[in-house]
């Protein structure tokens, strides 16, 4: 058995936690395998709506696995809060939950050393979600960082407090406060002690094993593959692999056993944070997509940018990500606009081209537009592709024609329910 892998095309955003909530009973064990509580992915059911950072989005629906692999870092102040959140709604987190012992720890200071970092940059700013994510990612392939493992060592404060301690020196140097430490202390050995109540696993171990014992395995990617910190618009990304090869490194799976990969993208493009955005829309028109769509960010609450869709970019993650199945989100938002727009190529350095380039920051990318007629109907009255407006089903033929991938399912609304199933095959 081959795991499967779910991942965003663009600059995060694009609607995965519902995606993967809706294949869900389709698999035995969902795993989320880089980022951490930078994270937001959002899904809605039966009128009540949840977020997860750091939990696999499959937690809702009943007798599946949930793992937090190697590749994630962990919060325990967000996480236990998170767990919290969900003992709320009667999910047994206990038997449902799993964490892998190679997980690194956010420590307080690592979020103290994010703040402080972003606060020297001044306005050359990344547009950090201020969670730590990136320091700790820094001691984790600096060879300093704490793992989840290390909870179960009886060294384990002795361990803390040594990295704290060096921490606390640099923080001393960049004269950031660090008053509030005593106190975010309490919390997060408060988490700690929570954590050690989930069962801890051999992640590599348990999902290979699970695999060659037939069961279905979903890889769960957080942020979208724009932001990757190898082939995304650097230096404005995350700071671990969201494209489908830190599936291998986040999970301990081999590239021989990956197997379908869902490229999840919104009908149009948001970005939130710092950052080239070749589309982005500055008039009524990106107001009105960003007040449809409700684009405020999941997990830091602030308003994404809004643009037209990207095809040179998006051509990128799915060549990146070698996607076997496209869905797309929102395309609801976009009923009652009468022209829609879709960037075909750039003008790059005196030329024109039709892929992503090494520098868009500073070279700039102006946008070459191609225009479609728009669709007044709502999307998510409708059961049937077939019944469909044909405006629309020309703006979804144009894609898969463009980045040669099918479009396998649209989804029209926020709830799991308003989705639109094009090949039954993915969810069986």
């Known amino acids: 058995m081959k795991a499967d892998v779910l991942l965003g095309l663009q600059w995060g955003d694009e609607g995965k936690g519902k995606v993967v909530d809706v294949l869900t009973p389709k698999y035995d064990i969902i795993a989320r395998f880089q980022g951490g509580p930078n994270a937001g992915h959002t899904l809605e059911f039966e009128g009540i709506k949840h977020v997860l950072h750091t939990i696999p989005s499959g937690i809702f629906r009943s007798n599946k696995q949930n793992v937090v692999g190697n590749g994630v870092v962990i919060d325990p102040i967000i996480f236990k809060k998170e767990i919290d959140a969900l003992q709320v709604h009667q999910v047994d987190v206990h038997a449902a939950l799993k964490l892998s012992r190679k997980a690194h720890l956010i420590l307080p200071t690592h979020r103290m050393l994010d703040a402080a970092s972003e606060q020297a940059k001044g306005t050359k700013k990344i547009g950090s979600t201020l969670k730590g994510i990136g320091p700790t990612y820094m001691d984790k392939t600096g060879r300093n960082g704490l793992r989840i493992g290390d909870t179960e060592n009886d060294n384990f404060k002795t361990l803390y407090e040594q990295l704290r301690n060096k921490h606390y020196e640099m923080l001393k140097k960049m004269e950031f406060d660090t008053s509030e430490l005593p106190k975010m202390e309490k919390e997060w050995f ?56 830190g599936s291998c490194t986040g999970l301990g799976v081999p590239p021989s056993k990956i197997g379908d990969v869902f490229g999840i993208f919104k009908a149009y493009c948001t970005r939130v944070g710092s950052g080239p955005f070749p589309t982005e829309l500055f008039n009524d028109t990106g107001k009105e997509i960003a007040k449809i769509g409700n684009e405020f960010g999941a997990t830091t609450g602030r308003p994404r940018r809004c643009g037209w869709l990207d095809i040179p970019a998006l051509k990128y993650a799915v060549m990146l990500n070698g996607v076997t199945h496209l869905i797309m989100t929102k395309a609801d938002v976009l009923s009652g606009f009468k022209e829609i727009q879709v960037c075909t190529h750039y003008k790059y350095r005196g030329e024109v081209i039709d892929f992503f380039p090494y520098d868009i920051q500073n070279f700039g990318a102006e946008p070459i537009f191609k225009k479609f007629k728009g669709w007044g109907e709502d999307l998510r009255t409708l059961k049937s592709y077939e019944d469909f407006p044909e405006s629309f089903k020309i703006y979804v033929s144009f894609l898969e024609k463009e980045l040669g991938v099918p479009i396998t399912m649209i989804s029209t609304g926020p709830d799991r329910k308003d989705t639109l199933v094009r090949d039954e095959a993915i969810l069986n």
């Open 190 to 245: 408060n988490g700690i002690d929570f954590i050690k109540t989930i069962q801890l696993i051999d992640s590599e171990h348990y999902i290979n094993n699970s695999l060659n014992a037939g069961q279905r395995v979903l890889a769960e990617g957080a942020q979208g593959s724009m932001l990757d910190i190898d082939f995304g618009s650097y230096p404005y990304v995350t700071s671990s692999n969201t494209i489908c090869a």
